[in-house]
């Protein structure tokens, strides 16, 4: 008897902010149960943007032929929820590497010229071969952002690793199975990336019908936190070697909250470092460097050359060095 194929995106509809299954064909009559999902459970990236397609087409050929396989890459895609295959993002890497040379290119010879040309400097010998390190560059930077991205995801789940604890270990104090725990955690968007990463593993199990513990073996694979890694593993070797999940759990939500404390002591202390050190060297060196180039200017005359540098303190010196405190103060505070 013949199979008929059906196709799988066919039983799925968007209602709002969900995804659910919805019945085709000869199952219409006799369906399995409605599941739903949050909207963006299922992989929509089959279609590439316009100018990562117009990448492909233009260097899939050569990427195909050439044939490596960067398994780096391919893992920091993954952590980073780049939906796009390693592939396909080398082809944007070069496209991007080849617009940048070109317009470098036209920038420092047009800059080459003005030198040469207009101010009769030698400057040109040293811009000109700057073009040729432009696309270097730039595929340094662009095969590096899928790197910097996943960091960036794995410092977000490390901050909400402590309340999210929380939350699992209040459903397990309720008996909740741990697949529902996961589903309920793939509804919170006040864990941020801790939800996405839930979301995935409920994809697996909802919708590709993978275990519960395969489904969390794959999660802590593609889990950018090494946090969460611990922890979706631990979920794992507790299941597989008969142990409870309710004392597990209970016991990771004490541990991170206990280094989220301690985290936060060392965030003090080096706040308090830092104020510290603003003063000394913002606020009080600063001022007893202007008074001593004054009184120097008025003793030894050379009134020139002083005004010179005060005015590289007053006009430099102290607005870098203002705007570089904040900006690491900021970024402590974000972390």
Do not use: C
């Not at 044939?67 to 391919?74: C, F, M, R, S």
């Amino acid at each position: 008897m013949a199979h008929e194929t059906v196709d799988v995106f066919q039983k799925l509809e968007t209602k709002q902010q969900h995804l659910r299954t919805k019945r085709a064909g000869a199952e219409a009559m006799h369906g399995p149960h409605v599941v739903m999902l949050r909207k963006g459970s299922v992989p929509n990236y089959i279609k590439l943007p316009s100018f990562e397609a117009f990448a492909w087409r233009l260097f899939g050929n050569y990427v195909t032929r050439k044939g490596v396989h960067d398994e780096v890459l391919e893992e920091n895609l993954v952590k980073a929820h780049m939906k796009i295959r390693p592939e396909e993002y080398m082809a944007y890497v070069y496209t991007s590497a080849l617009i940048a040379g070109i317009a470098g290119t036209i920038g420092t010879v047009v800059a080459g010229l003005v030198f040469y040309l207009l101010l009769h400097n030698i400057m040109f010998l040293f811009i000109m071969p700057l073009g040729v390190l432009i696309p270097f560059l730039a595929i340094f930077v662009l095969k590096g952002s899928p790197g910097s991205k996943a960091k960036a995801r794995a410092r977000k789940i490390d901050r909400r690793i402590t309340s999210a604890m929380s939350f699992i270990s209040a459903m397990a104090s309720a008996n909740v199975p741990v697949d529902v725990i996961f589903k309920e955690l793939a509804r919170q968007p006040v864990y941020g990336e801790i939800m996405n990463e839930a979301e995935w593993i409920t994809r697996d199990t909802e919708l590709l019908g993978v275990d519960i513990l395969t489904a969390i073996k794959r999660g802590s694979l593609r889990s950018p936190s090494v946090k969460f890694q611990d922890f979706l593993q631990g979920v794992v070797t507790t299941s597989t070697s008969g142990g409870q999940l309710k004392p597990f759990f209970l016991t990771k939500a004490e541990q991170f909250e206990r280094e989220d404390k301690l985290a936060m002591r060392s965030t003090m202390e080096t706040l308090a470092m830092l104020a510290e050190s603003f003063v000394t060297v913002v606020v009080a060196f600063p001022l007893f460097l202007v008074v001593i180039l004054s009184i120097m200017a008025i003793i030894g005359g050379s009134s020139g050359q002083t005004s010179m540098i005060l005015w590289l303190v007053t006009g430099l010196m102290l607005p870098i060095s203002q705007f570089g405190f904040i900006f690491v103060i900021w970024n402590i505070g974000q972390e």
